[in-house]
């Protein structure tokens, strides 16, 4: 079974703060996504990396996709109230044009107060 | 363009009753997955379908769980015999292939099944 360690598993910061949620795995993913999950929610889809070393911006966030496709990390500048939840990273093993299940990450929790 | 629906989203069941929760994909996603997330857990794939076919079930347990996915209709998830065990919050995603990002996965907001 392929596994997604994601680290810190718990993160509480201060308004303004910027931080970085890495996901590391032994696996090579043919893609990798992240998501923010809030309590009683579906996990919600921030994006998808597919070329090793691709970087993607989404306002202040970050994410980076590792050049052997096997790591990646989320880089939030100036962290928010809002950014508060579960952050999920996931790989998909499949073939490119295939769809294929995803390995989910095991989570980080980010708490940002004011 | 509505998105995944689930429902119910609450469903509560005695032990040894069934369970059964549905899955409405996207509008022009034929790729259904189930998976799993206990409490205090990350998600778990249970099975992957595509419309009259179920295409990788190595998540599903060997007993009492069966999904399917029919021409027409929601894609069913069902469990027969419920145990406290059971007791998750159960997603549903949907993808739709187009070219390299064919596994960007939308996901619905669940069904937390509690069993009493």
């Known amino acids: 079974t392929q596994l997604l360690e994601q680290s810190p598993q718990f993160l509480s910061i201060q308004e303004g703060e910027n931080l970085t949620v890495y996901c590391n795995s032994s696996?090579?993913?043919?893609?990798l996504q992240w998501y923010r999950q809030e309590p009683g929610e579906g996990p919600v889809l921030l994006v998808t990396v597919v070329t090793g070393g691709e970087v993607k911006k989404l306002k202040r966030l970050t994410f980076q996709f590792g050049d052997a496709r096997k790591d990646s990390s989320l880089h939030i500048t100036a962290a928010q109230p809002g950014d508060t939840g579960l952050y999920l990273c996931a790989g998909a093993l499949g073939l490119a044009g295939t769809a294929s299940k995803l390995t989910f990450g095991t989570g980080t929790r980010l708490q940002v107060t004011l | 363009n509505a998105g995944v629906m689930q429902n119910p989203r609450h469903l509560v069941r005695r032990r040894g009753q069934e369970a059964r929760l549905r899955c409405s994909p996207m509008k022009g996603h034929s790729h259904v997955y189930w998976y799993r997330q206990l409490p205090e857990e990350g998600l778990k794939f249970m099975v992957y379908l595509q419309k009259e076919n179920i295409i990788d079930e190595s998540g599903m347990p060997k007993e009492r769980f069966s999904a399917e996915f029919p021409k027409e209709g929601p894609s069913i998830l069902r469990i027969q015999q419920v145990v406290r065990g059971d007791s998750a919050a159960y997603f549903c995603?949907?993808?739709?292939?187009?070219?390299?990002?064919?596994?960007?996965?939308?996901f619905g907001q669940g069904t937390r099944l509690t069993v009493v």
């Open positions: 696996s090579v993913f043919s893609s």
């Open positions: 995603a949907s993808s739709l292939i187009r070219g390299v990002l064919n596994t960007e996965a939308f």
